[in-house]
Structure formats: structure tokens, C-alpha cells
């Protein structure tokens, strides 16, 4: 059946709805269109990556389902991430990490990679318009550990040291070639499993081992650190916490990153937005959805990431703020996982952009509360989910629940004989 006529003929009715109260849904298409994700390499494999000595995942960090067909090989994640993305309306960047190579039956310690190992993902992206971010991989590795960068031991923490230094000069790479900057993402696990009296050594540590990291300019790329409440196994003591990271990004003028899956579960990160905004230029976001604690499940419409989204319009900060997605569930089809969270995702930014922010704030200023409120709940009933149709339909991508078909037959053609 072609939705399309039906499509159209309720973007008309929500255009006039919307327009009542202000709002210009044809400039709010024109938001979602420069709306970009960067989709996360990793959850086509569950973090295994491409390293010949690869050994089970560590540090901090956990994949779990075992559906049938993940990508074992760079060709085949490839193939899923662009099947992925011809299913998500809009254009959208790739987030890999450093494991992520293509190392071709060689073996590459962390400490010893280089651009020559991504070159192939270089030109990938550019034949498939698609610009790359990165990030270093501390976990996974004998000499992960427990701590990498804020480890005593100056032999393990230099070795770590040089694998980030390196994993900027890639990134940097990456941006040069494609003439955008690269955002680089640096996340440690560091911490401890019980009781620790040496928490401000491990933290000088810390800021001594970024300062030397971050000391060579890099004019194509940018740095963001991402801070967490624990790791797997490390439950006790984490080096670097929020504090810690919101203070160093702050004063060194780094983007922080947000995940929304590094808080406590009664914290709502959306609320990070306008309390670190007067201090920090930029943002990287990592969206995925916490179930208790950091599970890391599929991204959906729910209201801590329907909160988040609303914060950054209302901050006028969409120019401030970088989109990652960052979940790892192999108990799904890990192609369906993208598109699900990929479109909650837009869909969230679609009802945070048809907010008539003006009015409400106007309202709020003049001690109008209630109608801001009573606005506020009307809007969550209006037809939103037309206008996100029509931009599916203006993308030529399947509107509705149409692209599980889709799907379904990728799997049974392609991830199934895997």
C-alpha cells in the first residue's frame, strides 16, 4: 500500500495544527534534516572489533543476547551499518572505536596503531557520505586492568598514554580528509572493585596522564571525555567521575560527554544540559537507555530522553551539541536495534523542535504556570508523528512499522547465514 497520499494529506492537518500555535513545521523539517547521529560501529558485533588477539570483553563493560547473525568481519559490518542507515531518514555519521581497524591478519598492539590502519573506513566514508568520529579503547586488553590512565604503574600507564596520543592523530586524520572535524571520545573504566584510600593519587594521576595527552594541537579533530558512576567489577571507586570530568573539560576547554546512561537512576540528564552550558562550549552526547543501572538498551521515546532533547532546544543549543547513540543489545536484531533507536531518537528532536518554545517561555516570565503546563500536556497529544512521517516520506524511507519488512528480509538473505 502507498502511504503516501495519507501521509501528505495529515502533514496538511498537522501544519495548520501546529501553525496555530505558532510553530512552522516546514522549518522544523529543515531542523531534522541537519539533525545528524553519529551511529555507534559496535553495536553490529557487540563490541568484539576486528584485533587478531581480540580476547573476551573487559573492563567495565558488558554485551549480553546471543541472536543469531552479528557481524564478524569488517565487510559485514559495513554492510549492516549501511543497511541500517538506508532505513533511518536524514544523513548520518559512523562513531568507531579504535578496535575497530582494519588490521588484516596483522597483529597491531593499542600502542602501536596508526592512520594506515583506517585508511580503508577513510575512503569508505567518503564514498558513502558518511563522516567518521572516533574513540580510544582502553577495556578489552591484558593491560586494561583495573586502571590505564590513572594506573601507578608508569610502564602500563604510558603505554595507554601513547595509545590515546595516537588515537588523536588518527582522528585528526579523519577530519583532514573529510574536511569536518573528527569528534574523538575518551572514556576510561578506571576504578575500583572494594574499598580505596588512594582516590586523589589515582586522580592526580589522571589529570597528569589528559594534560600530556591533550598537549599536541590537533586542528582536525576535537576532544570530548566522558565521565560514569561505575564499571562492571568496579563498583566501588570511579577515577573518572563526573566531577572530575565536568572540572577538567571546563578548565581545558574539551567537550563533555553526556551518557545518558552514567547516572544515578533518579537523575535526569537532561538537566546537565543548561548547568554545564554557561561553561563549556559543546557537548557529545551518547543516548542509550538505562534499565536499573548503565545497561546500554535500545534508545527509545522514553522521558528521560524525550527530557534531554527538550533541554537542548529550550538551551537554543543545537548547534552546541553533538548526537551519538551508544547501546550494545545482542539479544535483538542488532540491525532493527539502529533503526529503533536512530528513529526515537529523531522523533524525540521532532517533538522537542514543535514545542512552541517562545509562547511558553513568554508565559512562564509573566507567572502564567498553569497555562505552561496545561500547554505542555496538550502538546504531548498533538500530531507530532506526522510530521516526523513526512520526513521519513521526504527521505524515501519507509514510513510506519514498514521497514521491518525490510529487515526481515536482510536477515533471512544475509545476517542469518552468518
Known sequence: MNKEPLVKQAYEVAKERFAEIGVDTENVLQQL?????????????DVH???????????????????????????????????????????????????????????????????????????????????????????????????????PDKGIRDFWIEHTKRCRDIANAMGEAQGDPCIMNLWVHDGCKDVSVNHMMYRTILKQSLDEIFAKEQPWMKDSIEGKVFGIGLESFTVGSHDFYTAYAAQNNKILTIDTGHYHPTEMPGDKVSAVLPFIKELMLHVSRPVRWDSDHVTIQDDPTQDLFNEIVRADALNRVHYGLDFFDGSINRIAAYIIG???????????????????????????????????????????????????????????QDWMQEVDVYEKAVTSKR
Open 49 to 151: 572489533g576486528f584485533e587478531v588477539q581480540a580476547g573476551a570483553l573487559s573492563g567495565g563493560i558488558q554485551s549480553t543476547g546471543d541472536f543469531p547473525g552479528a557481524a564478524r568481519n569488517i565487510d559485514q559490518l559495513r554492510q549492516d551499518i549501511l543497511k541500517a542507515k538506508s532505513l533511518i531518514p536524514g544523513s548520518h555519521r559512523l562513531n568507531l572505536h579504535e578496535i575497530y581497524g582494519d588490521f588484516q591478519g596483522k597483529v597491531v598492539d593499542r600502542d602501536e596503531v596508526t592512520v594506515d590502519y583506517f585508511k580503508s573506513w577513510i575512503e569508505w566514508g567518503k564514498a558513502n557520505d558518511t563522516k567518521l568520529d572516533f574513540n580510544s579503547t582502553s577495556f578489552s586488553h591484558p593491560k586494561s586492568g583495573n586502571l590505564t590512565l590513572a594506573n
Open 342 to 400: 536512530s528513529r526515537s531518537a529523531q522523533k524525540c528532536m521532532t517533538r522537542a523542535l514543535l514545542e512552541p518554545r517562545k509562547a511558553i517561555s513568554d508565559l512562564e516570565l509573566a507567572g502564567q504556570g498553569y497555562k505552561v503546563l496545561g500547554i505542555i500536556e496538550e502538546q504531548k497529544c498533538m500530531p507530532w508523528q506526522a510530521v516526523y512521517d513526512e520526513f521519513c516520506v521526504r527521505n524515501n524511507v519507509p514510513v510506519g
Open 33 to 45: 534534516q541537519d539533525f545528524h547521529l553519529s551511529l555507534h560501529c559496535w553495536q553490529a558485533d
